[in-house]
């Protein structure tokens, strides 16, 4: 999306040129934040124009931040899980509540992505990837019997 290019430039061309130390290691809260901006402002447009697009748009913007917070020190993967989880079931909520795919789609390759990165960083070990992938496809398939409960419901009726 072109605000999240216009973000990278902002960050990388005005405000790090600006700071005395550029190797603080604020560039990727600073680039975080400014996906995160763009994930809410495409949030507030999905409510006046096209839901689907924007939303999923958000969701991207919202994937965006949460991996460039893994190069954050010292808590970056711990940050980066938290803004996957939210964004996640924010879409995995909204793809429930809606039923467009696109949500879906999103929301499960953060978890698939981030999640099993997070807990591989947090560990130390393969096995934090491990428990990251095992986290992830509980996640989806307790989405898919949520789903697939609902539909039943919704087909009763």
Known sequence: ??????????VFNVI????????NGAIAVQLAVGFLLVAVALVGSGLILSRTLAWSLA???????SIVLQTDPPYGEWLSLVVATVVS????????LTRRYPYAVIGCAI??????????RILDDAVGAAIGLVAAGAVLI????????????????
């Open 1 to 10: 999306s072109g605000a999240m290019l216009l973000v990278c430039a902002v």
């Open 16 to 23: 790090d040129t600006a700071e005395a130390n550029p190797t």
């Open 59 to 65: 969701g991207l913007s919202g994937w965006a931040a």
């Open 89 to 96: 079931a924010a879409l995995l909520t909204a793809f429930v």
């Open 111 to 120: 978890l698939l992505t981030i999640w099993p990165v997070s807990l591989y």
């Open 142 to 157: 307790g989405t898919v019997i949520v789903l697939s409960r609902r539909r039943r419901l919704s087909a009763a009726a």
